[in-house]
């Protein structure tokens, strides 16, 4: 893996840990040359999906577009990098298990919204927003009164103490 600090080749991991999902590995390295530490995901690679967008176009679907729409509507916000990174891997299991080889852009964008909606409450209405394509203010306090009725058992919440069976 080449070092983002001094580009060099040789490193050595110090730390992996499978992500709470078990589809990814999570491995802290260290630059040889220069000491600099950094982090790197492994995932199993899967075959390749088209998104038919609504225009009618198709395009490769790519996780990085995916977790950058997270960012997105996730900035300014405090959701860690991390948070994102565990929605998105759920949001691709769940697409991928689907077996489908095209996915309509219609089929991603509930997804999403799905996962923001436990993540994050603003996060959400801006997703949903350019998502939905509003065109009044009226939309987006119909969805603010949707999440005012939701409980907030549904919301995310932190397990403080998770119990193991």
Do not use: W
């Not at 078990?22 to 492994?42: A, D, K, M, N, V």
């Amino acid at each position: 893996m080449r070092c983002i600090k001094c580009n060099s080749l040789e490193d050595k991991v110090i730390d992996s840990r499978v992500s709470k999902d078990g589809f990814s590995i999570r491995r802290r390295r260290e630059c040889l040359e220069c000491g600099h530490r950094f982090t790197t995901y492994e995932q199993v690679e899967r075959r390749d999906m088209l998104v038919i967008k609504r225009d009618g176009t198709r395009e490769p679907f790519k996780r990085e577009k995916l977790l950058s729409g997270l960012i997105k509507a996730c900035e300014k916000r405090p959701v860690s990098l991390d948070t994102l990174e565990e929605a998105v891997d759920r949001i691709v299991n769940d697409l991928t298990a689907e077996s489908l080889k095209e996915l309509p852009s219609r089929m991603i964008g509930p997804k999403v919204m799905e996962h923001l909606q436990k993540i994050d409450p603003v996060a959400f209405v801006r997703y949903a927003s350019v998502y939905r394509q509003f065109q009044d203010v009226g939309e987006f306090s119909d969805v603010i009164e949707s999440l005012e009725n939701t409980p907030l058992s549904d919301l995310h919440q932190p397990d403080l103490f998770e119990t193991t069976k």
